[in-house]
């Protein structure tokens, strides 16, 4: 397995494909592997490159308290050792807040942001309360009670779920406590205008919280663009990574590929694009219910 040592600590890693890189962060508990899919797919024309955040997965523990500013730095130092001088950050769930602060206090190393189901705080009871009840598991050190139910449910079959739950039961409880604790605590909407790069806004038309919270984001952000997957919940990597993988590979084509920028100028070819693959601009969304799509 490759690893890079980091400020202190051995981080495993995982890099693949040619073209504008893409660097993948993973929510509290699980380990780079819930981006399989999508890491396989965008692969085939970009450089994707994905890490297991200190003390998850098969990454070290080390020694420092795990924070989202130490997360930032040792994304930037594991670029700086693979050469990987820019590129878009990707956060998934709770993972979009390293990818947040990364955009904010790095925007030489980030073109763009593409947060999955994402958030720039957590207000809303139900995701505040399951982090504090995994973070008092495992400051028990109650690893197994803390990851079936993630595994579970970001897992679409039972190998998913066997290749989730193994590389997750790698990890460090500390670490966990540690990673959750600072997504409770953490906010960047009063610094999201500090992002002038442009920012991809994805998340399942079913899950209301975050469709939601996308809706705030892409009302503080300069610059982004928010699409609902139709038909889809929260965990996107995994349950709809085809539509997902697809969304990001248009939308960084629009940026990257001057042709493409050239013809895609009018925002309703790009929503028709899109949507037939089943991937809603918001504005197509405002006229139902997210829910119904």
């Not at 202190?8 to 504008?20: A, L």
């Not at 893409?22 to 085939?44: C, E, K």
């Not at 495992?138 to 193994?166: C, M, Y």
Request: proline residues 4%; negative net charge.
């Amino acid at each position: 397995m490759p690893h890079v040592h980091v400020n202190g600590t051995d981080i495993h890693y995982h890099i693949e494909g040619h073209g504008p890189a893409i660097v993948m962060i993973h929510p509290p508990f699980l380990g780079s592997r819930v981006f399989n899919y999508l890491r396989t797919d965008l692969a085939q024309d970009h450089r994707v490159v994905s890490i297991d955040v200190r003390g998850h997965g098969h990454s070290e523990a080390g020694d420092a308290a795990l924070t989202v500013p130490l997360i930032v730095e040792d994304i930037k130092q594991v670029m700086n050792r693979l050469d990987v001088e820019e590129g878009y950050v990707l956060g998934y769930s709770a993972g979009c807040m390293p990818a947040m602060e990364a955009m904010i206090t790095h925007p030489e190393r980030f073109t763009g942001g593409i947060i999955i189901s994402g958030a720039g705080e957590f207000r809303d009871r139900r995701n505040r309360g399951l982090m504090r009840a995994a973070s008092i598991s495992s400051r028990l050190r109650a690893k197994e009670a803390v990851i079936l139910p993630v595994a579970l449910g970001n897992a679409d079959s039972r190998t998913t779920f066997h290749v989730l739950h193994r590389e997750a039961m790698a990890g460090n409880a500390t670490r966990f406590r540690e990673y959750s604790e600072a997504c409770i605590g953490y906010s960047c909407m009063d610094r999201l205008r500090a992002i002038a790069a442009p920012v991809l806004l994805l998340c399942g038309a079913s899950d209301p919280t975050y469709v939601q919270y996308a809706r705030e984001l892409h009302e503080h952000l300069a610059v982004s663009e928010l699409y609902l997957v139709r038909g889809a919940w929260h965990q996107l990597p995994t349950k709809a990574p085809d539509r997902t993988a697809s969304a990001i590979r248009t939308w960084i084509a629009k940026l990257e590929v001057r042709d493409n920028a050239d013809s895609f100028m009018e925002r309703d070819a790009l929503d028709h694009e899109l949507l037939e693959m089943g991937v809603l601009s918001e504005r197509q969304a405002a006229f139902g219910n997210p829910q119904d799509l």
